[in-house]
């Protein structure tokens, strides 16, 4: 037998339908179904995924989320070199690089070295490393805020400095504030905050999180020819491989968080004269939910006695969420909780601390009123926090 050329190999190949690597994706519906495939398509109304039964066409407004099998980058970006700049439309990208100046800037992303280009006025913040400082978070949320706020390292300490940002080359950044105008090397600046007036997310077609991180707020998308082209809500058009993508979460608007929602009335039952008013989004101690060793974004934390309702007007279909008492009770804890819907009962369970939480999928299809009541259970136990992990309404 003749040894193998490689041109012999790369007929050989050819001959024997050699392909690229397919990357398969999970395709996850509003009605709690999966289709397991390769995504070949995509438009603003549909989804083409390649299955082994053959070609489906998903309508997009059925589809929750597409899950890809593209594994998150390994290495790790350099804590100060990579920046986190975040746009007034809800995107957030890792760069090395941001300038800006009049109308306009530049985000050098960290992934590719691509060059993106925003309107000046999409710049929400800015910080540098992998994560915020606690003090930055709690700047961000601060809806009182009527100036730009800049993070400056001097020495071993930061320092915030309140006025107007004005503009940046990428090296320095220019800033005013009551002693005038300072030139600041880039290096030394932890982050900024932009005051945005009256500035929101807009509607979007769907979240895309791509493997270095990135997350695009995207007003179209199409697919063709394995290069997904994005157009975001602050008007950047990005192009890249559909093997770079992570994720594409199209549930905006078709799920709804309760933790977003105001209850129409809130009923407190004082205990031992002292009222435990229900929190969002993190437990009684104000640190992260969590239920048998899973962490939730969001969510509710009740104590006992708590009664909360809320208005539905027969828009939903199904109550998603894992309920138990919140791990941070420490095994502590015993209640009688209810879930009802237009005053009929839909989960009714004793919960305590040694228990596992219970994941529900309630049907809640035409009810107009929704309500979680959790009682007093056997111990009178100061320890009650119930936790409705990742409680959602699903349309």
């Not at 398509?41 to 053959?54: H, P, S």
């Not at 809640?364 to 009650?384: E, I, Q, W, Y």
Request: with cysteine; net charge neutral.
């Amino acid at each position: 037998m003749k040894p193998l050329t490689l041109i012999s190999i790369i007929f050989a190949l050819a001959r024997a339908g050699f392909q690229s690597p397919i990357h398969s994706a999970e395709v996850f519906l509003l009605d709690d179904k999966k289709v397991e495939g390769e995504i070949t398509g995509l438009t603003e109304d549909t989804l083409t995924i390649k299955t082994a039964q053959g070609e489906q066409r998903l309508r997009i407004e059925d589809v929750l989320r597409v899950a890809f099998s593209t594994k998150p980058w390994s290495d790790s970006p350099n804590s100060r070199q990579s920046i986190a700049v975040y746009l007034t439309d809800g995107s957030c990208l890792r760069c090395v690089r941001l300038s800006f100046k009049d109308q306009a800037a530049e985000v050098v992303l960290f992934s590719s070295g691509k060059k993106v280009s925003v309107p000046a006025a999409s710049l929400s913040a800015f910080h540098r490393g992998l994560a915020p400082s606690t003090d930055f978070e709690k700047e961000m949320k601060n809806s009182g805020r009527s100036t730009d706020v800049l993070f400056v390292r001097k020495e071993d300490a930061i320092h915030t400095l309140e006025g107007a940002v004005l503009e940046s080359d990428g090296k320095r950044l220019k800033f005013q504030w009551d002693d005038g105008e300072q030139s600041v090397d880039i290096s030394k600046i932890e982050g900024a905050i932009f005051f945005r007036l009256g500035s929101k997310p807009g509607d979007v077609l769907g979240e895309l999180t791509d493997k270095y991180n990135n997350r695009w707020r995207v007003l179209k998308a199409e697919i063709k020819k394995g290069i997904i082209d994005l157009k975001i809500v602050v008007g950047a058009v990005v192009s890249m491989p559909i093997s770079s993508v992570r994720e594409i979460d199209f549930s905006s608007g078709k799920v709804v968080h309760l933790s977003g929602l105001k209850p129409v009335a809130v009923q407190q039952t004082p205990y031992f004269d002292i009222v435990w008013n229900y929190r969002k989004d993190e437990n009684f101690r104000g640190t992260q939910l969590r239920l048998g060793g899973n962490e939730f974004q969001q969510g509710l934390c009740l104590h006992s006695r708590s009664r909360l309702s809320y208005s539905l007007n027969g828009e939903y279909h199904w109550l998603r969420t894992v309920v138990g008492i919140d791990d941070g009770t420490r095994g502590r804890g015993h209640v009688e909780c209810e879930i009802l819907a237009d005053g009929k009962s839909l989960f009714r369970s004793e919960l305590s601390g040694v228990s596992s939480p219970h994941e529900l999928r309630l049907d809640v299809s035409g009810a107009k009123r929704l309500t979680l009541f959790v009682d007093f259970g056997k111990n009178m136990d100061s320890s009650d926090w119930v936790t409705f992990g990742d409680a959602k309404l699903i349309r």
